[in-house]
Structures are given as C-alpha cells and as structure tokens.
C-alpha cells in the first residue's frame, strides 16, 4: 500500500513536471518605437492567436532605439523590432542584422511599402505622416493664422510659437527633414532644404525628443504650432483639443512603422509567429483604428480629422538614401540647431 502510494505521489510530480515544460511560455523581447497608448491592444490580439508567447516590451523613440540596436550589434539582445520607421530597418539591414522572412500575409502588402528583396528583410506596418497641430484659441489671442504651407511657419508672427521634434531622437523629426531636403535639395548642406530649415529654426521655441510631445504641447496651449504626425493630431483633437490638424500643401514627410526579425534570435520560431500576426489582416485592422494608410490596402476606416486623400499628399521618400544619409544629416542638423533641443531627464 505505501509502495504504491509514493508511486502514485512520484507519477504526479512527474506529470505535474511534464504539464508545467509544456506549459511554460516563450518570451520575446521586442524593440518598438510605437505610441504607448497601443501597445496593449496589439499584445491582446497577437495573444488571442498565440497565448503561450509573450512579448516584454522595451519602448523609446525612434532615434534611441535604433542608436541602441546599433551599439548592441556585436551582441544583439532584441528577437524583434517592431512599429520602428522602415529608414531605421533599412540602415539595420545594411549593416546585415536583420533575419529576412516572408511573413503569411506578405503578398496582400503594398509593393511600396514593404522591403523589395525576396525574402524581405522588414515589413511595413502602416505609414505615419506629418501634421502641424495648430492651436486655434492661443492663435486668435495673438493674431496668428492658420498656416497652409511649411514655409509659412517661417512668418515671423510665429517667432517662438513653433515646436517640432529633434530628428537625431524622432522619426517623425527625421522623416521631417528628410522631406524638406527631397522636396528642396540637400547639396551636402547647402540645399534650398537646409535654407528652409534655417529659417524654421528662427522660429521654433524647442525641439523634443518625441513626435507625439510638440502635438500635445500644442494641444495645451503652450505654443500655437507643433509639427507632430497625424495619429497623435487625431487622437488629441478627438478628445476636445483646441487644434486644427493642418496639412501644408508642399507635401508631407512620412514613413512606415513597420517589423522586422533581429539576426541571431534565440527564438526563431515565435518571431517568425509574430511575423505572421503583424501582417495579418486582423493586426491591419487593428493598426487601421490608429492611422490613415495600413500597408495592406484598404483596410483602415477614415479617420475623422485627416483627409480622404492623404495617401496623395505624401512625399516620395526614398528610405534607402534615408538610411544611407542618416548619420550625415544629423551630424549637420546637430551642428546648425542643437542648441534648442530641450534636456533629456
């Protein structure tokens, strides 16, 4: 009898052991650049799919965590990077730290908006885009109108009253720029592109280290403009801001949140199963509630501050010469306008 009774004891344990290998879950350690404010809901639908893996978020903007991965390149610590701008994935690619995948839903995504070689080394997501969220209330105490164009952000009723954020920590800032030097030139510094900056800087009263910060910043009255991109515009006019969402007409900076494997992960398996949700239709749907243009067409509502036709208005960007060019378009904006970047706590 007691024989079989620590038998019985030691089967448990042991299938008690068994269930608890088998149930043990995978983490992934994930890299983003995406707005706080979603990550939860697409935690939640990756996990309605696959609920034994788990993501362990490490968030920053775009500039910190590609600056990041690229000092951990010797001994990458990431398994994904995801919602982090395309141009960074194309600069992570060329140093060849990206594991390339055909994700599941890869041919329902745009040509344009996904990597051209077969497998790709990246993804998009979707695409987020320049917006100046001007301050109606603070403009009309000091006569300011409503800009229509980049260049009017040069008038000097906006001396001080302008607010955008540093492209050396914010992809919405690098995209800017980036903008600004195709559609007037770069000539290593001496483009109409940096002229235009040139005047800009007059006028701006601090460059932040976040793309959301100059919307919300706006949003509270603190300055009458803040070039931010439209998810956040959207996001604080919807919830009673006293902005317009104004759209300048030269054309608009953008790039893609978009996904990528890191080269050397230990866990192969559950990146290429977050691959495939992120390209899913049910994970474009969900990216559809936040933007305007989802990389796979059609799927995002419109949104009720941007405009129908805001896929038209956008810049062609080049995110290649973007990557290639970064460290030298940083290097000359950080000389000519670092010195009103505020203090990073």
């Not at 982090?84 to 041919?107: F, G, I, Q, R, T």
């Not at 001007?134 to 229509?148: M, Y």
């Not at 009673?240 to 494997?261: M, N, Q, R, S």
């Not at 419109?302 to 940083?330: C, G, H, Q, T």
Request: with cysteine.
């Amino acid at each position: 009898m007691t024989l079989s009774f620590r038998t019985w004891v030691f089967a448990a344990v042991l299938a008690g052991a068994t269930s608890a290998a088998w149930a043990q879950k995978t983490t992934l350690l994930v890299y983003t650049a995406l707005e706080t404010d979603q990550l939860k809901a697409y935690q939640e639908g990756f996990n309605k799919v696959e609920p034994d893996i788990e993501i362990k978020w490490v968030r920053d903007s775009t500039g910190v965590i590609t600056a990041k991965l690229l000092a951990e390149k010797a001994n990458p610590q990431a398994d994904v990077v995801m919602g982090v701008a395309a141009s960074s994935l194309a600069l992570l690619d060329a140093n060849k730290m990206l594991e390339p995948y055909a994700p599941a839903n890869l041919k329902a995504i745009s040509p344009a908006y996904k990597d051209k070689k077969n497998p790709p080394a990246w993804f998009g997501m979707d695409v987020w885009g320049a917006t100046v969220c001007f301050n109606t209330v603070e403009a009309e105490k000091k006569g300011i109108k409503k800009p229509e164009s980049w260049k009017d952000l040069t008038k000097p009723e906006f001396k001080g009253q302008v607010v955008m954020p540093n492209p050396a920590s914010s992809g919405t800032g690098y995209f800017d720029v980036a903008a600004w030097l195709t559609l007037w030139g770069d000539d290593n510094g001496k483009g109409g592109g940096w002229k235009y900056m040139d005047a800009l800087h007059e006028n701006i009263a601090q460059y932040t280290h976040s793309g959301s910060k100059p919307c919300n910043m706006a949003a509270a009255g603190e300055y009458v403009a803040g070039i931010s991109f439209e998810y956040r515009g959207n996001s604080n006019k919807a919830k009673g801001a006293p902005i317009e969402l104004v759209f300048p007409k030269e054309g608009l900076g953008w790039d893609l949140e978009a996904f990528a494997i890191q080269k050397g992960t230990k866990n192969l398996a559950a990146a290429k199963k977050l691959a495939d949700w992120a390209s899913s239709l049910d994970a474009m749907k969900l990216y559809g509630k936040n933007f305007a243009i989802t990389a796979v067409p059609g799927v995002a509502e419109p949104l009720a501050n941007v405009p129908a036709d805001y896929e038209k208005r956008l810049v062609k960007m080049d995110f290649a010469w973007s990557a290639s060019n970064r460290e030298r378009i940083l290097a000359e904006w950080t000389k000519r306008y670092d010195s009103k970047t505020e203090i990073k706590k």
